[in-house]
């Protein structure tokens, strides 16, 4: 079973600074790794999507990719309160397609 | 970016009716769309695979008779809610995609409301 895991939350931090958020995954099948931000009440958007080991950065978002050890993150720098949402990391496989397989999602709230 | 879009964004409508949603993808061929269902402060959970020209996918525990998908060309797909009842109020969202492992592109949703 493929199983993508992130802590629910809520996570809370202040303006300005680094919010770091967690995925997990069960299958080492995994060929590529995205991170979406859902506003309350609205649908998913894309924010990043990483393929291979290590780091990608676009202007304030970084997504870090460990396949050794089955996890990739997202680090929102210089945090903004219009960051708060709650984050879906999302997972596929190259044998089904472009399936993909979510976790639960993370809830951001960034403090003014 | 490529740009899904999603129609009704909205509906409201007695007991026992049907509903049709609609899904285009308007910059780009997507050769699956996917459907899920969001029910509030809950995860996304994935109703079927909709795929142009065959049979649409479903996840265990949907009821293809009860929604239907049609996926007739490489631009539009179609979800149908079929003699809706208040339980099925949710928020529906398509999404579609290129290639395999490629960003997967979501529609604003539909929030269907049965009176």
């Known amino acids: 079973q493929k199983e993508v895991e992130q802590n629910s939350g809520p996570l809370s931090v202040p303006e300005g600074a680094i919010a770091s958020l967690n995925c997990t995954y069960s299958?080492?099948?995994?060929?590529?790794f995205f991170w979406y931000r859902q506003y309350s009440g609205k649908s998913p958007e894309l924010i990043m999507f990483?393929?291979?080991?290590g780091d990608k950065e676009d202007g304030r978002f970084t997504a870090q990719l460990n396949k050794a050890s089955q996890y990739v993150s997202l680090l929102i720098r210089d945090s903004q309160p219009s960051d708060s949402a709650t984050y879906l990391c999302?997972?596929?496989?190259?044998?089904?397609?472009?399936?993909?397989?979510f976790g639960t999602g993370t809830s951001l709230t960034v403090i003014p | 970016g490529a740009v899904v879009s999603q129609h009704p964004s909205r509906v409201i409508c007695k007991s026992g009716t049907s509903v049709k949603i609609e899904c285009r993808s308007l910059?780009?061929?997507?050769?699956?769309m996917f459907w899920y269902r969001q029910f509030p402060k809950q995860s996304l959970m994935l109703m079927a695979t909709?795929?142009?020209?065959?049979?649409?996918?479903?996840e265990q525990g949907v009821e293809k008779d009860k929604f239907l998908i049609n996926h007739a060309s490489l631009t539009l797909s179609t979800l149908t809610v079929t003699s809706a009842h208040p339980e099925d109020s949710s928020f529906y969202i398509c999404?579609?995609?290129?290639?395999?492992?490629?960003?997967?592109?979501f529609g604003d949703g539909t929030r269907l409301s049965i009176l």
């Open positions: 999404s579609a995609g290129g290639r395999s492992n490629q960003p997967q592109h």
């Open positions: 299958d080492r099948g995994s060929q590529s």
């Open positions: 990483i393929y291979s080991n």
């Open positions: 999302a997972v596929s496989y190259l044998k089904t397609g472009n399936q993909f397989y």
């Open positions: 910059d780009f061929q997507a050769t699956t």
């Open positions: 909709s795929n142009e020209g065959s049979k649409a996918t479903y």
